[in-house]
Nanobody
């Protein structure tokens, strides 16, 4: 069993900052890529940022220069530092982890429950 748990959401004024954390735990052989997605009301879930186990990163154009993704492989944890937040960043943020449960097995996707980020104008 694998659990993915996010923390760090909340309410912040425009221009402010928040830091999200996400830890994968349980029966894990290794964690490959980890990422943050978000879903605003009435919209589809979209990729915000992703990071491979080697540290390569990818960002949505809308957050480049404002958000930074990082990870601690020893803790199977990923972080999202969000600066210069805008009202349009308001959404539920979900953490995704690509996990290999046993050596030789394929990668499985696990999702957290989501954490609300609200940016007031």
């Amino acid at each position: 069993q694998v659990q993915v748990m996010e923390s760090g959401g909340g309410l912040v004024q425009a221009g402010g900052s928040l830091r999200l954390s996400c830890a994968a735990s349980g029966s894990i052989f290794m964690v490959n890529a980890m990422g943050w997605y978000r879903q605003a009301p009435g919209k589809q879930r979209e990729l915000v940022a992703a990071i491979t186990s080697g540290g390569s990163t990818d960002y949505a154009d809308s957050v480049k220069g404002r958000f930074t993704i990082s990870r601690d492989n020893t803790k199977n944890t990923v972080y999202l530092q969000m600066n210069s937040l805008k009202p349009e960043d308001t959404a539920v943020y979900y953490c995704n982890a690509e996990v290999r449960i046993h050596i030789g097995w394929g990668l499985l996707d696990y999702w957290g429950q989501g954490t609300q980020v609200t940016v007031s104008s």
